[in-house]
């Protein structure tokens, strides 16, 4: 038996692969939801900001988004949910790689753009308040 | 005993929503960094409820509001982790292995049960539901409510929940012995002189005497205002919520030794499995050669109460505790203990029914699974459920996500392991099956359920008390009386300050600073546990299982009673021991 069993687990699909490397000192916004400094986006992160941009544009949601990364390109990420009336929500990201501090995503409501962005922005507006 | 012209008077008042504080009125968010990369809490708006959809397929009914009645109003709390941080059988330096033991250390291990108080007063401010004024009628714990299965960390949650105050220390009275004072722990964060490692570099800050403190404090508690229940989780069944506990831990659990860096931790570790017999003898020499065995060991104050509990211990604990808030048992009976039954059922009113679950695996690994014939046991429950037309709620641990464990018993019976996409195909087979509460992941997350040709259930997962954000919530349940049911759910902040106050050392000031400590926590991506915003507060809708004309308006108000009238009585004891 491996004692540095893996932890399959508790946390593994919400931490995604993090990595304990030398940590850059930074102040800025991407610290907070642990996109700098190895980290990764993952499908919990990216849910959460779909879901906000959509929220925040009073869009009803009949599904809520579920995201998937690519088993071929872990840059890739998908996420399909619907609106009120059935429409396909829609969110992918293409830069979505490890070590990518500034990834973006674009937003389809039955197949018409509702963002087009970075993501960080989305976040930060959610959970920072500014003083 | 409640007078009976105050307890007629409380149950002939109107019922009123509740005005108390939650997240529907304020929440708590990071503000800017104020040293380096450090963040302080402030206060933010609040969230009104988001209803979900996914499986009533439909937008709801505009005047649902008008009609409704509560059936039910829950509390649920999880993943409490209360924390020994004293300890030997900790073996913190194992988070400066690997990532994967990231569980082992947390800047606000000592501040644990400050922070449970600290949810128990939310839980009795919130009482009363702030959407229709019922009172609440449970509390339901899905589990690691002890971080390391250690005995007192078990009794000192008891405690808390039961009203009763506790002081947080083990071995030497008024001092604080371990890693976060120690030199050469340079992977944890030291309050006394931070600027040891990457905490300091990080802006985290300087707080002399906040370990002795904090480990000396008499914590008094409320107590929780309900009856409530509880389930296993992996850190109540296994070591590190992971590993099978071995007599080698058990001895250095309440011996006088204690680990600061990783070589003698896991020589430590590799002493068990040697001790265990000859085939990890070899690879132990070798590896023991190699790491430095002698170095990295301190002394300690050695205290028996530090002692790893097993499962029939910790039934009996909880049939040790008091008949209030009760019930004796928390959800175990006598005959779960004779039987080492681990799983039972029990009805919060005429009209629901809660079944908890032990999805832990006894073996080895954090995820979970559920054996057949605890799976067996619960079909046939659903079943007499159903026909007796009761709702029904699932309790467990470990939520879908966590549910693919294989590790199979080494000896005795061996049983199947059902894994998440066949549970929850079970599950979906019950119409009055209407939700799965759980947690384990530490994360706000609402997963629907639907199944093809409508309906389905609700899986509410909740964050824990010991990493950010520190959230529990409250779960109603309400019939539209329009075919529908909805679950409110609410989530709970703890009833401390969002900013601390530098050298506030009360017990709310120390929950405070626990969650000020936890949202700077970078290794944790603390942020990404708190969930969306369709996570949190919402109107889970779902079609009624069947006629609710069934459950009379007769039976809920004298379940409403019931409940107002143990409220009452709580309300007349309240004061903190």
Request: hydrophobic share 40%; with cysteine; charged share 15%.
């Amino acid at each position: 038996m491996n004692v540095f069993r893996s932890r399959t687990s508790r946390r593994a699909w919400a931490v995604g692969a993090l990595v304990l490397t030398p940590l850059a000192l930074a102040g800025c916004a991407s610290e907070v939801i642990g996109l700098a400094s190895g980290g990764s986006l993952n499908e919990a992160i990216l849910s959460a900001a779909t879901v906000d941009v959509l929220v925040g544009q009073k869009v009803t949601i009949l599904a809520k988004p579920v995201c998937v990364v690519s088993t071929t390109n872990p840059a890739d990420y998908t996420c399909n949910g619907k609106a009120a009336k059935g429409e396909p929500i829609v969110t992918t990201v293409t830069d979505g790689q490890s070590g990518n501090t500034n990834p973006h995503m674009s937003i389809t409501v039955g197949g018409t753009s509702v963002y087009q962005g970075e993501i960080v922005p989305v976040l930060n507006n959610a959970m920072v308040v500014t003083q | 005993m409640v007078p009976t012209d105050l307890l007629g008077r409380a149950l002939a008042a109107p019922i009123k929503p509740s005005e108390a504080p939650s997240t529907l009125l304020q929440t708590i968010r990071q503000s800017q960094t104020v040293n380096k990369s450090y963040r302080l809490l402030v206060n933010a708006p609040g969230e009104p409820y988001l209803p979900r959809l996914d499986i009533l397929g439909k937008e709801p009914a505009a005047d649902r509001a008008t009609k409704r009645r509560s059936l039910a109003y829950l509390g649920h709390f999880s993943d409490i982790h209360v924390i020994d941080a004293q300890s030997p059988g900790r073996l913190e330096p194992l988070i400066a292995l690997t990532a994967e033991f990231i569980d082992a250390s947390r800047p606000q291990d000592t501040l644990t049960t400050q922070v449970l108080s600290q949810m128990v007063s939310s839980l009795n401010i919130a009482k009363h539901s702030s959407l229709t004024g019922a009172p609440m009628t449970a509390m339901l714990s899905t589990g690691d409510n002890a971080d390391s299965r250690n005995s007192t960390e078990l009794n000192w949650v008891i405690n808390i929940i039961d009203g009763v105050s506790v002081t947080p220390n083990t071995g030497k009275a008024g001092v604080y012995e371990g890693v976060q004072v120690w030199d050469e722990a340079t992977y944890v964060y030291q309050p006394g002189n931070p600027n040891i490692d990457e905490y300091g570099a990080r802006g985290f800050p300087q707080i002399p005497g906040m370990l002795n403190a904090a480990v000396s404090q008499n914590v008094t508690s409320v107590g929780c205002p309900t009856p409530w229940y509880t389930t296993y989780g992996n850190h109540d069944t296994l070591f590190m919520g992971n590993i099978q506990v071995q007599p080698a831990l058990q001895a250095w659990a309440v011996g006088s030794r204690k680990a600061a860096s990783w070589p003698a931790a896991t020589s430590n570790m590799l002493n068990w499995w040697a001790t265990e017999g000859s085939v990890f003898q070899q690879f132990v020499n070798q590896v023991r050669t190699g790491l430095g065995f002698a170095n990295g060991i301190h002394d300690v104050t050695p205290d028996a109460g530090r002692k790893l509990f097993d499962q029939k211990e910790f039934m009996q604990a909880h049939l040790a505790s008091p008949a209030t808030p009760g019930p004796v048992g928390h959800g175990f009976t006598q005959a779960n203990v004779d039987a080492m039954q681990t799983y039972w059922t029990a009805d919060l009113s005429p009209y629901l029914r809660v079944f908890g679950l032990d999805t832990c695996n006894q073996v080895d690994g954090a995820d979970g699974a559920i054996p057949q014939d605890q799976l067996d046991w619960l079909v046939t429950q659903l079943n007499e459920a159903q026909k007796a037309n009761k709702l029904a709620i699932v309790m467990s641990h470990h939520n879908s996500y966590t549910m693919e464990n294989i590790a199979a018993p080494a000896i005795g019976p061996s049983q199947p392991l059902i894994h998440a996409d066949q549970f929850v195909s079970t599950l979906g087979q019950y119409p009055n099956m209407i939700a799965w509460i759980n947690g384990h992941t530490h994360s706000n997350t609402i997963t629907a359920h639907p199944k093809a040709g409508g309906g389905g259930f609700w899986e509410i997962t909740t964050a824990s008390c010991v990493d950010y954000p520190q959230q529990q919530q409250t779960v109603e349940v309400i019939d539209n009386r329009d075919g529908t049911l909805s679950l409110f759910t609410t989530v709970l902040d703890h009833d401390s300050p969002a900013a601390w106050t530098n050298g506030d050392f009360s017990q709310r000031g120390f929950a405070s600073l626990s969650r000020e400590l936890a949202s700077n926590s970078w290794a944790f991506r603390p942020m990404t546990l708190m969930g969306s915003v369709l996570d949190r507060n919402c109107e889970l809708l779902m079609p009624a299982p069947f006629d609710m004309k069934h459950i009379t308006d007769a039976e809920v108000e004298k379940a409403k009673n019931a409940a107002q009238a143990r409220l009452v009585a709580y309300d007349q004891k309240a004061v903190p021991q």
